[in-house]
C-alpha cells in the first residue's frame, strides 16, 4: 500500500487492511475468529421487516470477512459498526419514502377527487401522471440526500468518539474548542488548571470532571479512556440506582494490576462481542416467548373448546330427540322391511358420529403442533442459545483467566521474587489462589451487569412505542415498586453488609485453618514424637478451628436464607402484581395481544431491574466491595515490597574478572534480636574460612548481610528484624555470590534434574539430556550419594522420574549433598564467594571429610565462608597429647585457612 495513503489513515486514525506478515497483537486465543463469528452472527439474526434470506446472508458474511482480515489493533471496531448501520439502508430509505408519500397523500387528496370528477382521458390527467413520477423521482432523491446525510452524521460522530485524536475529529476542531470556551466562561470554573477550567454540555447532569478534559488526556497514547469516561459519571441520581461507583472501583483495581491500555483494549473487545452476541440472543428469545406464549394461550383454549363441543353435542341430541318423538308417530305404520332398512341406516349414522367426534378431539390440533415445535422453533433456539452463548462465554473466560494469571502468576513473580516472599510472608492468611479468586469475583459480578442488560436490550427496545401511547402506565405503577423495593432494599442490605463480614472472617479462619493443617500432617510423625500430650493438644486446635469455622457458616446461611425468601416473596407477589396489572391495562386498550403477555412482562420486569440495578445487585456488589478491599490490601503489600531492603556495597576492581580481590568490611554495625555484633575491619582474601560462635550470635545474619549487597547479581533483602546500625564500608570482591542455606526447598511433583537444572529436562533432545544427567549423576556417586534407589533402578533413571516430594525420602546427608552440587560442582569454576550455612553438620565423617577435600580443590581462588560447629580442639605438639585450648575455635583438619570468631558483638 502507498505510504501517502498509510500516512492519511495514520493521521485519521483508521486501521488499513494489511496482507504483509505482520498482523495485529493478538489479545486472546482467536479473537479476530470470535469478533467475526459474533457480528455475523448479530447481523443474520437482527433483521428488518420484508428482509430477504440472501441480504441477511451476504452482510452477515461480509461484516464476519472485515472483522476477521481487517488489521484494526482491536480498537477500530467503530468501523465495523458503521458497515452494519449501513446495511439497513434499505430499511430507512422505505421508511422515509413511505412517511413523504404518506405527507403528499393526505395533502393532494382534495386535489386528486377534484380532478376524478372532471372525467377521464383529459390532458389535465395526463399531466397529473407526469407530475405523480416527477414527484416520486424528486421524492426518492430528497430521501436518499437525507439518509446520506443521516449516514454521515452517525459515522462521524461514531468516529470522533471511538477517536477523540484523530486528525479529522470533530474534538479536533475550531468549532468544538469555540464551545468548550463558551461552556467554561457560562460554567463556574473549580480550579484555574485549563484542564479543569474547561466544562461540558453535560456538566448540568454530571458533577465531576469534564467531557473535556477526558477527550484531551485521551490524546496521549496511554490515555486511560475508560477510566476518564467513567470518572465523568458522578450523579447522584445515577449512583443511587446504578451501580456506577462500583463499577469505577471495580476498574480502578483491576487497572493497578494491569496496564491501564491494555486493560481498556480487552474490556472494549470483551464488551463488543458480549453486545453483540448477547442483544442478538435477546432478539432470538423474543420470537421463542411469543411462541411459547401462543402454545400456552392454545393450551388454556382447549378447556374453552372443550366446552363448546359439548354444548354442540348436548344441542345436537337435543334435536335428534325432538326429531326422534316425532318420527315414532309415523314408525308404527312403516312395513317391517323399513324398519329393518332405519335400522341399518341409524347404526351408519352413529359410526359416523363417532368419527365426527374423533376429529373433532379440540386436543388435536395442540398435539400434533408440538412436534413442529420442537424442532423447528425449541431445538434451533436451543443450538444458537448454546452455540453462540458458548463463544461469548469463551471471550469472558479468556479475559477473566487473563487477569488471574496476572494476579497469581506473573506479577506475582516480578521484582526478583520481592512481590512473592512479601506475599507468603505477610500477616493475612490468603494464598495467592485466595486472592485471585478475589480478582474473578470483581469480573464476575461487573461483567454479570453488563451481560444481563445486553440480553435485555431487545426487550426494553419494545417498551418505547408502548409508554409514547400510554405515558401514564408506568408513572402510575413505578413509584409502588420502587417503594417496595427500598423497604426490600434496606432489609437486604443490613443482612448483605453482615453476611459479608461473617464471610470474610470465615475466608480468612478457612485459609489458617488449611495452612495449619497441612503443616501439622507434614510433621505428623514430629507431633507424634513431641511429647505425650502433643497429639491432644493438635486434635484441640483442630477442634476449635473447625467449630468456629461451622458456627460462623450457620450464622451466614441462615441468613443468606432469609434475605432469598424475603426478596422472592417482593419480586413475585409484589412486584409482579404490579406488573401484571400493567399488562391487564395494555390488553384492554388492545396494544398488546394475548401472544405478547410473557414478552411485555419480562419487558417491564427488565425495566424496572433497570432502574433498580444497584439494589437488585446489593449483596454481588457487597462481596465484590469485600474482594476489592483484599486486592487493595494485596497491591500494598506489592507496592512496600518495591521498597528493597538491601546494604550498600561497593565492587572493587571489575568485580567477576579479579577474583584475587578479597572482601573488606570497615565500621559495620549490625543487631538482630539479641544479637549485636560490631565488625571494626576486616579483610577476606582467598580461602576458606571457619564462621564459628554461639548460637544466636549473629553469624546467619552476616551471611544475610552479604547476600543483601546491592552489588550481587541477585540480590537478597534482608529480614526486617535487621537493624543496620552503621553501614560503614563493605567493599565486595564480585557479583557472583551464592549461599547455601540451612534449610532446603524442593519443589513437590519434579523430576529431580529438572529443579537442579532449573529447565524440563524431557523436553531436551536426547544428546543434551544425557549429557545433562549423565554429569548430574557423575557428581552425585563422586559425593557417595547413593549408588541404586530402593526401587533397585539406576541413578540416572531416578534422576529424570517425576517424584512427589523427593527430598522426603533423603537424608540430611544426601540432601546437603544435593545442593553442594546443584549449586557449586555443576558449575565450571566456583563461584566468586560461596557461603556454606552449616550445611556439613548432617554429614557423616567420611562424606564431610570427601566434600571438604573436593571443595578444597574446585574453590581454590574462592573466598569461602562456612558457619561450622565442632568440638574446639588442639593438638600440642611438642608433647604429642590433645588439650582443649580455651581461646581455639575450630581444628583446620587442613580444610580451614582461617577462622572468623563470633563473640560477645
Same mark, same amino acid.
Given at each position: 500500500m502507498p505510504e501517502p495513503v498509510r500516512a492519511l489513515a495514520a493521521a485519521a486514525g483508521i486501521g488499513i487492511i494489511n496482507h504483509d506478515a505482520t498482523t495485529a497483537p493478538q489479545l486472546f486465543p482467536h479473537d479476530k475468529l470470535i469478533v467475526a463469528m459474533s457480528i455475523s452472527f448479530n447481523r443474520f439474526t437482527i433483521k428488518y421487516p420484508n428482509e430477504t434470506l440472501y441480504s441477511r446472508f451476504f452482510w452477515s458474511m461480509l461484516l464476519g470477512y472485515l472483522a476477521f482480515v481487517f488489521n484494526t489493533s482491536h480498537d477500530n471496531y467503530w468501523i465495523l459498526m458503521c458497515v452494519h448501520l449501513f446495511s439497513f439502508h434499505q430499511f430507512l430509505f422505505q421508511l422515509m419514502m413511505s412517511g413523504a408519500s404518506a405527507s403528499n397523500n393526505s395533502g393532494g387528496s382534495k386535489e386528486s377527487e377534484g380532478k376524478e370528477s372532471r372525467g377521464k382521458g383529459t390532458k389535465k390527467e395526463k399531466n397529473s401522471k407526469n407530475n405523480a413520477k416527477s414527484s416520486n423521482i424528486v421524492q426518492t432523491l430528497k430521501a436518499t440526500t437525507v439518509l446520506i446525510a443521516l449516514y454521515l452524521v452517525?459515522?462521524?460522530?461514531?468516529?470522533?468518539?471511538?477517536?477523540?485524536?484523530?486528525?479529522?475529529?470533530?474534538?479536533?476542531?475550531?468549532?468544538?474548542? &469555540?464551545?468548550?470556551?463558551?461552556? @467554561?466562561? +457560562?460554567?463556574?470554573?473549580?480550579?484555574?488548571?485549563?484542564?479543569?477550567? @474547561?466544562?461540558?454540555?453535560?456538566?448540568?447532569?454530571?458533577?465531576?470532571?469534564?467531557?473535556?478534559?477526558?477527550?484531551?488526556?485521551?490524546? =496521549?497514547?496511554?490515555?486511560?479512556?475508560?477510566?476518564?469516561?467513567?470518572?465523568?459519571?458522578?450523579?447522584?441520581?445515577?449512583?443511587?440506582?446504578?451501580?456506577?461507583?462500583?463499577?469505577? $472501583?471495580?476498574?480502578?483495581?483491576?487497572?493497578?494490576?494491569?496496564?491501564?491500555?491494555?486493560? $481498556?483494549? &480487552?474490556?472494549?473487545?470483551?464488551?463488543?462481542?458480549?453486545?453483540?452476541?448477547?442483544?442478538?440472543?435477546?432478539?432470538?428469545?423474543?420470537?421463542?416467548?411469543?411462541?411459547?406464549?401462543?402454545?400456552?394461550?392454545?393450551?388454556?383454549?382447549?378447556? =374453552?373448546?372443550? &366446552?363448546?363441543?359439548?354444548?354442540?353435542?348436548?344441542?345436537?341430541?337435543?334435536?335428534?330427540?325432538?326429531?326422534?318423538?316425532?318420527?315414532?308417530?309415523?314408525?308404527?305404520?312403516?312395513?317391517? $322391511?323399513?324398519?329393518?332398512? &332405519?335400522?341399518?341406516?341409524?347404526?351408519? +349414522? #352413529?359410526?359416523? =358420529?363417532?368419527?365426527?367426534?374423533?376429529?373433532? $378431539?379440540?386436543?388435536? #390440533?395442540?398435539r400434533q403442533s408440538a412436534g413442529k415445535f420442537i424442532f423447528c422453533v425449541a431445538t434451533p433456539y436451543m443450538l444458537q442459545i448454546v452455540g453462540f452463548g458458548a463463544v461469548n462465554m469463551y471471550a469472558y473466560h479468556c479475559f477473566r483467566d487473563d487477569i488471574h494469571r496476572t494476579i497469581r502468576l506473573n506479577d506475582l513473580f516480578q521484582n526478583d521474587g520481592q512481590r512473592f516472599v512479601a506475599t507468603s510472608t505477610t500477616t493475612s492468611s490468603l494464598s495467592p489462589g485466595a486472592y485471585a479468586q478475589n480478582a474473578e469475583t470483581v469480573v464476575n459480578t461487573v461483567y454479570d451487569i453488563f451481560n444481563q442488560n445486553f440480553f435485555s436490550l431487545p426487550k426494553l427496545m419494545l417498551l418505547p412505542q408502548v409508554i409514547a401511547k400510554q405515558p401514564l402506565l408506568l408513572v402510575q405503577i413505578t413509584p409502588l415498586i420502587l417503594l417496595s423495593d427500598y423497604v426490600k432494599s434496606t432489609i437486604v442490605s443490613t443482612i448483605t453488609t453482615e453476611t459479608e463480614r461473617i464471610s470474610k472472617e470465615v475466608k480468612e479462619k478457612e485459609a489458617l485453618r488449611n495452612r495449619i493443617e497441612q503443616y501439622d500432617i507434614k510433621n505428623s510423625e514430629l507431633i507424634q514424637r513431641s511429647g505425650f500430650d502433643s497429639i491432644l493438644f493438635t486434635e484441640e486446635r483442630w477442634i476449635e478451628l473447625t467449630e468456629s469455622i461451622q458456627e460462623l457458616k450457620a450464622t451466614a446461611s441462615i441468613m443468606k436464607r432469609s434475605k432469598m425468601y424475603f426478596a422472592w416473596i417482593q419480586r413475585h407477589f409484589v412486584m409482579m402484581a404490579l406488573v401484571d396489572c400493567a399488562l391487564a391495562k395494555?390488553?384492554?386498550?388492545g396494544k398488546i395481544g394475548a401472544s405478547d403477555i410473557f414478552v411485555y412482562a419480562r419487558a417491564i420486569e427488565d425495566f424496572i431491574g433497570f432502574i433498580l440495578m444497584r439494589s437488585r445487585a446489593e449483596s454481588e456488589l457487597a462481596s465484590m466491595s469485600t474482594s476489592i478491599e483484599v486486592l487493595s490490601d494485596l497491591k500494598q503489600i506489592w507496592d512496600d515490597s518495591e521498597q528493597r531492603h538491601l546494604l550498600k556495597c561497593n565492587l572493587s576492581g571489575d568485580g567477576d574478572e579479579k577474583e584475587t580481590e578479597s572482601i573488606k568490611m570497615k565500621d559495620l554495625s549490625y543487631s538482630r534480636g539479641s544479637a549485636s555484633v560490631q565488625i571494626d575491619d576486616i579483610e577476606l582474601s582467598s580461602g576458606i574460612y571457619a564462621v564459628t560462635g554461639a548460637n544466636g550470635s549473629g553469624k546467619s545474619t552476616l551471611f544475610r548481610l552479604l547476600t543483601a549487597c546491592d552489588t550481587n547479581r541477585k540480590s537478597i533483602d534482608m529480614d526486617n528484624s535487621i537493624i543496620i546500625k552503621s553501614a560503614g564500608t563493605v567493599m565486595m570482591s564480585s557479583q557472583n555470590v551464592v549461599e547455601i542455606a540451612q534449610n532446603f526447598y524442593w519443589p513437590l511433583n519434579t523430576a529431580p534434574a529438572d529443579w537442579i537444572y532449573y529447565t524440563n529436562i524431557n523436553q531436551l533432545s536426547k544428546e543434551d539430556r544425557d549429557k545433562k544427567v549423565s554429569k548430574l549423576s557423575t557428581e552425585l556417586k563422586a559425593l557417595k550419594f547413593y549408588p541404586e534407589t530402593e526401587s533397585g533402578s539406576d541413578l540416572a533413571t531416578d534422576l529424570i522420574t517425576v517424584k512427589d516430594d523427593w527430598f522426603a525420602d533423603l537424608s540430611g546427608g544426601q540432601k546437603s549433598k544435593v545442593e553442594l552440587v546443584r549449586k557449586v560442582f555443576l558449575e565450571d569454576r566456583c563461584p566468586n564467594i560461596l557461603l556454606i550455612d552449616e550445611t556439613f553438620a548432617p554429614l557423616d565423617p567420611d562424606s564431610k571429610s570427601l566434600i571438604m577435600q573436593k571443595l578444597k580443590d574446585f574453590c581454590s581462588e574462592s573466598i569461602v565462608l562456612v558457619i561450622y560447629h565442632a568440638d574446639v580442639k588442639d593438638v600440642d605438639s611438642t608433647e604429642g597429647t590433645e588439650k582443649v585450648k580455651e581461646d581455639a575455635c575450630v581444628q583446620s583438619s587442613n580444610f580451614f585457612d582461617a577462622n572468623l570468631h563470633v563473640e560477645n558483638g
Open positions: 452517525i459515522f462521524y460522530t461514531i468516529y470522533s468518539i471511538a477517536r477523540p485524536q484523530g486528525v479529522y475529529s470533530f474534538t479536533q476542531t475550531p468549532f468544538y474548542e &469555540k464551545v468548550m470556551l463558551f461552556m @467554561s466562561s +457560562t460554567a463556574p470554573s473549580p480550579s484555574s488548571s485549563p484542564s479543569l477550567a @474547561s466544562s461540558t454540555i453535560l456538566s448540568s447532569f454530571f458533577n465531576s470532571s469534564s467531557v473535556k478534559e477526558f477527550i484531551t488526556s485521551s490524546n =496521549d497514547e496511554n490515555g486511560n479512556v475508560l477510566k476518564k469516561l467513567l470518572s465523568t459519571i458522578n450523579n447522584n441520581t445515577l449512583v443511587s440506582l446504578l451501580p456506577i461507583q462500583e463499577i469505577k $472501583d471495580a476498574h480502578n483495581i483491576l487497572s493497578r494490576f494491569m496496564p491501564q491500555s491494555i486493560l $481498556d483494549t &480487552k474490556i472494549f473487545y470483551l464488551l463488543f462481542v458480549t453486545l453483540y452476541i448477547q442483544t442478538a440472543m435477546g432478539y432470538l428469545g423474543i420470537d421463542f416467548l411469543r411462541n411459547e406464549q401462543n402454545r400456552k394461550n392454545a393450551l388454556i383454549k382447549i378447556e =374453552d373448546e372443550a &366446552k363448546k363441543l359439548k354444548e354442540e353435542e348436548a344441542n345436537e341430541e337435543e334435536q335428534e330427540a325432538k326429531s326422534n318423538s316425532t318420527s315414532n308417530k309415523q314408525i308404527g305404520k312403516n312395513s317391517k $322391511d323399513q324398519t329393518k332398512t &332405519k335400522g341399518k341406516k341409524h347404526e351408519q +349414522t #352413529k359410526s359416523l =358420529d363417532s368419527k365426527a367426534n374423533k376429529e373433532k $378431539d379440540p386436543s388435536k #390440533k395442540f395494555l390488553i384492554a386498550v
